[in-house]
């Protein structure tokens, strides 16, 4: 017989208390000010600058990255938690606008770093310590990257075209329940616990996992469809 977890409720407050919290308004408040402080340094970006001003710009940014995961790492686990909570599919939407905001605004040290002559780009590479492979992989990208304003627009179109459909998608499959058997027991089930059968030893129990999502999966085929086709 299977051994399956009881799952509670997760406790996010090691991120913060709550949306409207005191603390995620200084999260907010933080990540802004760290991001404007990093705007007003654009001027320093050279192909002369110094290995340790170079440096000091990574950190900065990684700093503005660790703040901003924070928070979108509360948003998405408060979606994930239950996907039809109007409030938490708000508080994500509102998050992944204001993190493609953010990243546009920083897009420049990136842009500038691609375009760094290859000389100087090995001259800073050397000094760069544990940063230099992430200085590389991203100078890696530089065949395929756009300019600074379509870079932009497509930052901005990610939030309204596949991480929309990728939040209804889930919005809609989340709320799916399954009618499955197991040892005489009828159970109701989420997609999540149905899948725990689908990994079973017990072939025929896979099998029956699969076919119950699959068939549930059906009943909404034209509309996950058209998901699946602009995804």
Request: glycine share 4%; proline share 2%; aromatic share 14%.
């Amino acid at each position: 017989m299977m051994t399956t977890y009881e799952q509670t409720r997760w406790q996010l407050d090691d991120l913060f208390p709550g949306r409207d919290s005191d603390e995620m308004k200084a999260g907010f408040e933080a990540l802004e000010a760290t991001v404007s402080a990093f705007e007003a340094r654009r001027g320093e970006l050279t192909s002369e600058i110094s290995p340790a001003a170079l440096l000091d710009f990574v950190t900065q940014m990684e700093n503005i990255y660790r703040l901003g995961y924070r928070v979108y790492g509360f948003a998405a686990l408060w979606f994930s938690e239950n996907t039809q909570n109007q409030d938490a599919q708000t508080f994500m939407g509102k998050v992944q606008q204001i993190f493609a905001q953010l990243q546009n605004r920083i897009l420049f040290f990136s842009l500038w770093w691609k375009d760094v002559d290859d000389e100087n780009a090995e001259r800073l590479m050397k000094e760069a310590g544990v940063y230099a492979y992430f200085l590389r992989e991203m100078r890696n990208f530089k065949p395929y990257t756009l300019t600074e304003a379509e870079e932009k627009i497509l930052n901005i179109k990610n939030v309204t075209g596949p991480n929309a459909l990728t939040t209804l998608y889930e919005t809609i499959t989340n709320r799916f329940q399954f009618e499955f058997e197991v040892e005489g027991e009828k159970q109701t089930l989420t997609r999540d616990a149905l899948m725990t059968y689908a990994f079973s030893a017990d072939a025929s129990l896979r099998e029956r996992a699969f076919k119950t999502l699959y068939a549930t999966y059906k009943k909404e085929g034209p509309i996950l469809g058209q998901i699946y086709q602009y995804l």
